[in-house]
């Protein structure tokens, strides 16, 4: 049972545009979604995360925004940098402990 | 400020043998938790420890145990180890437990193989 899914692979985007990644979930006891950065041979790099009671935090060129009502987080990144090409995870929480729940991965690619 | 260090970075393993992982955590944490990456299943938590205590196990087979250290450092190991175990794996520490808004921080993870 996958509680936590992002239904898109890979993105590709121009450099200087906006990226947009998507995630759903279904378990409505989550209390904290987290994206992570994933290049290969190397450890998930936090980046952003955001409490089930706001709806948006922005750090920088970053912003999380989170839709309870439909389930629904995403990343928004602006604007894109060929650097920002990775793997992003979305993660979700909610006993405030460390177990993390991830989904599959989005694979993004910023072309120069 | 010395991040979190896994050991071994690879290590090719025989079906039916056992091995260990170690993961220190960065100088402070005391949380340390696991998770196995592979293709097909993606990111999957293993277990999660705090004062030496498992506060938070997978599901995963009893042949994969873990343990923690008085100085934060963990160790997990799997026994009888097969194919399906091959996969990177991965610890993360935070300082404490209840912290998910800090984010943990990732080793670069053990690659493990087995033949």
């Known amino acids: 049972d996958q509680q936590v899914k992002q239904n898109s692979p890979s993105l590709s985007v121009q450099e200087g545009r906006i990226s947009i990644l998507n995630c759903d979930y279904t378990?409505?006891?989550?209390?904290?979604f987290l994206w992570y950065k994933k290049y290969p041979a190397e450890g998930p790099t936090f980046l952003i995360s955001i409490s089930s009671i706001k709806d948006k935090n922005e750090d920088g060129r970053f912003t999380v925004f989170l839709n309870k009502s439909a389930k629904h987080l995403s990343l928004h990144i602006v604007p894109s940098q060929p650097g920002d090409s990775a793997v992003y995870f979305c993660a979700a929480n909610w006993d405030q402990g460390g177990k993390l729940i991830f989904g599959q991965g989005t694979e993004l690619s910023v072309k120069p | 400020k010395a991040g979190v260090t896994q050991t071994p970075r690879y290590l090719i393993k025989t079906r039916g043998q056992q091995v260990t992982l170690s993961c220190s955590p960065i100088?402070?944490?005391?949380?340390v938790s696991w998770y196995q990456q592979t293709p097909g299943q993606g990111l999957q938590f293993l277990f999660e420890y705090f004062s030496e205590t498992q506060r938070n196990k997978g599901n995963f087979p009893g042949r994969f145990s873990g343990r923690q250290f008085s100085n934060s450092r963990s160790e997990m190991n799997v026994s009888t180890l097969e194919l399906g175990d091959s996969a990177l794996y991965l610890c993360a520490s935070s300082l404490r437990v209840a912290t998910p808004n800090y984010g943990y921080t990732f080793g670069s993870g053990t690659r493990l193989t087995v033949v």
């Open positions: 378990n409505s006891m989550f209390d904290y």
């Open positions: 100088s402070g944490h005391r949380s």
